[in-house]
């Protein structure tokens, strides 16, 4: 059977973790770089007896210190994102155990699994209705139940036939799967599917970071900062040096 590696800081779902803790390093890069470059520019205006140049210069590096004053607050925000993120991925990954586990542990297993299930639901990816449920992981023998350890299983309704609907039918009847079984074989699948949704967007974040990095990225947008019909966006537009 495919093995899902899991770190057992981050669990499951890395990428998704990882989504995160790009877009941190994004924000703080971006809110660094962009308060050098305006620095510099003061500099080289301030050696060249630009006043006017200066005063703009001056503007801008306000409103910057503002924005990295807010990026800071976002950087706390996200780190909170990152710690529950890993929680919460470490959870839904007691889910590919095979094993009984306690009600409490079953309830966040699936209450986890369910947030990064919503999350790609969400963000408008369908893929996982495209994962039909394989006739040999339908079978009885594929699922113990997690509360009446007594009772017999039953096999998966002929109308479960994709993965959302697959798991939204073990969720309701607290089944887990067999260790080694199809069904479990399936589940894992799925798993890979869910964790791969945010690779697009954590290399976006890292492509970003690497052009800040090389300073080939645009390290200012005096309207996006400051609005585009500020009239001091327009002058430090006009005033921005060439080359």
Known sequence: MAEIVVDPRSGSFKDWTDRYRAENEYIKALGEYKLNEAKASLEKANAAKKWKEVELWTILIKQLDRDFKRF?????????????????????????????????????????????????????????????????????????????????????????????????????????????????????????????????????????IESIRKGTYDAWNPKGLLGASSDAAKKIEEAKPKG
């Open 72 to 208: 800071n607050n976002a950087q706390m925000t996200l780190t909170k994102k990152i710690s529950q993120m890993q929680v919460r991925s470490r959870n839904a990954s007691l889910l590919l155990k095979g094993a009984r586990m306690d009600g409490t542990a079953l309830s966040n297993a699936w209450r986890a699994y369910t947030m990064f299930e919503r999350n790609v639901l969400d963000g408008g990816d369908d893929s996982l209705f495209d994962m039909m449920v394989p006739a040999m992981a339908r079978r009885a023998n594929n699922f113990v139940n997690n509360v009446a350890t007594v009772s017999k299983p039953d096999e998966t309704p002929s109308d479960v036939e994709n993965a959302v609907q697959f798991m939204a039918w073990l969720k309701e009847k607290k089944y887990v799967a067999v260790k080694g079984s199809p069904a479990q074989r399936f589940i894992v699948k799925l798993f890979k599917a869910i964790n791969q949704v945010p690779a697009e967007a954590v290399q976006e974040m890292r492509d970003r």
